[in-house]
């Protein structure tokens, strides 16, 4: 996706702040999926750079001796890229870029953040015109402010009767740029107007089956579930972001039919442009009757993503919607022994995995499961547990339908 001028791997290196909001340990786990989304993307690099601040600096996010530091390591190192954990105001991202290669005419360096950095990677990974549409859409609404004349190439896209140029007169290039984008966005978003209303009327049309849909942050297992269950061939692969387009499949478990749609993965700082482009695909997940939500067990940080998925869902709508929790993964769950001489206090990270269910994932009450979908550990009682609940429902919603007798 990140490709230089000699086709090596292009290298990075990574840029966080320290604050009130997010502590030392934080900041570490966000920088680990950070590094995960540019190896995604096909950037490589390990360098970290962290500052404490109370607040970003406005002019240029870190501090000033900080940005001479990394400065200094781009150009020692002739890095390609500068990715920054949160999303940059324009301003900070040409004043960050414009210090790094001030008086360096050999070599670019780019700065991107976090939310540029996931627009690539759906941009890369779109694979239908639909995805595509919504991903153009959110990648136009996010570089609009940021038009500094990157765009005027675009110009020469546009041309009234006969060729001749469309620009007014006394107009800047600028200001052509930002008519042509915003023309572009008008557009886009007719054409997703449409496409919605097409989703819209596939789904009326399924009439009143069951409906599942698979949640869960990003790089849980999802599709491995939905290839399991429906027994169908859904992309499914060790990175983030694997699937974009929704999947919905009809399953059958005994004489019970119901469907399962699998959709776009969730993160932290997802950014909104894409949860805005993407609303037609959530709409699988608003019009769902019960939500699997998909955990990691195996991640060291899995409640924080817990937390991270319900919030989205309470963004789009849909918190309050029946959840059965799936801790997928049991098969690569480790844990530290805990030591009962040592002074320090036993977390989560001690707690074997049946501590780990009797802790407050018991107390939750709500429905929930412990397998591995990848081994196949625990999916007798998946099918089973489904089958129960399609089977009240339907019953419910089709009293005299006597296919359970």
């Known amino acids: 996706m990140y490709e230089t001028v000699d086709n090596r791997i292009p290298q990075a290196a990574f840029v966080a702040l320290i604050t009130r909001q997010q502590d030392e340990d934080q900041v570490k786990e966000y920088l680990d999926e950070l590094q995960f989304l540019a190896t995604t993307a096909g950037v490589e690099g390990t360098k970290r750079f962290t500052q404490r601040l109370d607040h970003p600096d406005s002019r240029t996010y870190i501090g000033s001796g900080k940005l001479q530091e990394i400065k200094q390591y781009v150009r020692e190192n ?4 500068v990715i920054f954990d949160d999303e940059l105001s324009p301003s900070q991202m040409r004043n960050v870029e414009r210090e790094i290669n001030d008086h360096w005419p050999d070599h670019h360096c780019v700065v991107v953040d976090r939310t540029g950095l996931i627009l690539d990677i759906f941009a890369e990974r779109a694979q239908t015109a639909y995805a595509k549409t919504q991903v153009e859409l959110a990648q136009y609404q996010y570089l609009y402010p940021r038009l500094t004349g990157m765009w005027t190439h675009l110009e020469r896209q546009r041309g009234g009767k006969g060729g001749l140029n469309m620009r007014g007169p006394g107009e800047s290039q600028l200001e052509t740029d930002r008519r042509i984008v915003l023309d572009k966005i008008t557009r886009l978003k007719e054409q997703l107007r449409k496409i919605d209303r097409q989703m819209a009327s596939q789904r009326s049309n399924r009439g009143q089956m069951v409906r599942i ?57 997802l950014p909104t442009q894409l949860v805005e482009s993407f609303k037609s695909t959530l709409d699988e997940v608003r ?25 989205t869902l309470k963004e789009i709508g849909a918190q309050d919607k029946p959840v059965y929790m799936v801790f997928n993964k049991i098969d690569a ?28 994932i018991s107390r939750e009450h709500t429905p929930c499961i412990f397998l591995s979908a990848r081994e196949k550990i ?20 089709y009293p005299f339908d006597n296919f359970l007798w």
Do not use: C
């Open 78 to 81: 002739e890095l390609d890229y």
């Open 378 to 397: 625990g999916v007798d009682k998946l099918r089973n547990d489904l089958y129960k609940m399609v089977a009240e429902i339907h019953a419910g919603r």
């Open 213 to 269: 849909s698979l949640v869960g942050y990003t790089n849980v297992g999802k599709s491995t579930l939905m290839n399991l269950l429906a027994k169908s061939e859904v992309f499914a692969e060790n990175k983030l972001f694997a699937t974009l387009d929704t999947t919905v499949r009809k399953v059958v478990i005994e004489n019970v039919p119901f469907l399962l749609s699998d959709t776009v993965g969730f993160i932290r700082k």
């Open 333 to 360: 769950y480790r844990y530290e022994p805990y030591d009962e001489f040592s002074l320090q206090e036993k977390t989560e990270k001690n707690f074997t995995l049946e501590e780990l269910k009797n802790s407050w």
């Open 287 to 311: 019009e769902a009757d019960i939500l699997m939500h998909v955990v990691d067990i195996s991640h060291p940080n899995f409640e924080d993503q817990i937390r991270v998925v319900s919030q």
